[in-house]
């Protein structure tokens, strides 16, 4: 149980272009989901959290009107990549929390996405 | 604010060895810890975690303690395959106002397993 999953697991996109990646919370209800990401051999970095039906917060740092999120239903948040260049390149991993009977506090994490911005 | 400290990497052990991975932290209130693992090219998996001091979290032979006196998590496992191998993160959450809550990561360490 507690399954978050990622759409693409991979994409390739063109410099200026705009990217969506898809996290759903497959059997619970996520409540709030997180965006990270994760640069090559280092942590995660929190990009923001974003509640059902109201405007993510974003950490400090990160620009909002490049990276769009949208968490429009109680089992899906969109991150939208806007005008990528290669610099966006990274490993963007998601996470949810919910109800349902386990842990509300307790994070889910999805499999990651990996863009590649040529 | 949150931090987490874990030692640097990459471990590189013989299988059957004994393993360690230090984790300390600095947090106000009474934060749960976590140790996560990440195997190559994958999500973030829950490996342990402990919720109030003294708490030992255990999973698949590892085992951490929540040490409130030192401020500590060390991640440990009697003897380590070679599937083992992946990197380790440990985390620390507080929560949310509103609800949910926050994870702090560590820098991460990897651990290679070698026959």
């Known amino acids: 149980g507690a399954v978050v999953s990622q759409h693409p697991s991979w994409v390739i996109c063109k410099s200026g272009t705009s990217v969506k990646i898809e996290c759903r919370s497959l059997?619970?209800?996520?409540?709030?989901m997180f965006w990270y990401r994760q640069f090559p051999k280092q942590s995660l970095m929190l990009m923001a959290t974003s509640n059902e039906g109201s405007k993510a917060t974003y950490e400090q740092g990160v620009e909002k009107d490049k990276f769009l999120i949208n968490h429009a239903s109680l089992t899906l948040s969109t991150l939208t990549v806007t005008s990528a260049h290669p610099e966006d390149s990274s490993f963007y991993i998601c996470s949810a929390t919910g109800t349902s009977g386990r842990s509300s506090y307790e994070q889910y994490f999805g499999p990651g996405t990996r863009l590649t911005v040529t | 604010g949150n931090s987490v400290t874990q030692m640097e990497g990459p471990v590189t052990l013989s299988e059957e060895a004994f393993l360690t991975i230090n984790c300390t932290y600095t947090a106000t209130g009474y934060p749960s810890l976590f140790w996560y693992v990440q195997y190559p090219g994958e999500g973030l998996q829950l490996l342990l975690k402990a919720t109030k001091a003294d708490d030992k979290g255990s999973n698949k032979g590892f085992e951490a303690t929540y040490r409130k006196e030192t401020t500590s998590f060390h991640l440990e496992k009697g003897s380590v395959q070679v599937s083992d191998s992946a990197v380790y993160f440990c985390?620390?959450?507080?929560?949310?106002?509103?609800?949910?809550?926050?994870?702090?990561f560590g820098t991460g360490t990897q651990l290679k397993v070698e026959l």
């Open positions: 985390a620390l959450s507080h929560i949310l106002t509103g609800g949910g809550n926050k994870l702090t």
């Open positions: 059997d619970f209800q996520a409540t709030t």
